[in-house]
């Protein structure tokens, strides 16, 4: 019978070694929701980016409808036509 008991003995870890295996896991977990904040983040950006891209189509489509194709100067709004190379 004294072997049933030792068995049911509960053996635990020092209260520093418990402390400092929380903060490692509390660590992990700050950086993972870290981790999803940037992809959610990084989502919305490339979303701006996209958006972007396509208001840039819309306008080089007017521009070109209007000064047909042209290169544009982004420094002083100068343009130049470009040639059509034959081959």
């Known amino acids: 019978?004294?072997?049933k008991a030792k068995e049911k003995e509960i053996r635990k870890i020092t209260s520093?070694?418990?402390e400092h295996i929380k903060e490692q896991q509390s660590n992990i977990q700050r950086v993972l929701i870290d981790l999803g904040?940037?992809?959610a983040k990084k989502i919305e950006v490339l979303d701006s980016y996209k958006d972007?891209?396509?208001?840039?189509?819309?306008?080089k489509k007017e521009l070109e409808e209007k000064y047909g194709q042209v290169n544009i100067n982004l420094t002083d709004g100068s343009y130049t036509?470009?040639?059509?190379?034959?081959?």
């Open 1 to 3: 019978m004294a072997k």
């Open 81 to 87: 036509e470009i040639e059509e190379t034959t081959k």
């Open 37 to 39: 904040s940037l992809e």
């Open 16 to 18: 520093e070694e418990l």
């Open 52 to 59: 972007f891209l396509s208001k840039l189509e819309v306008t």
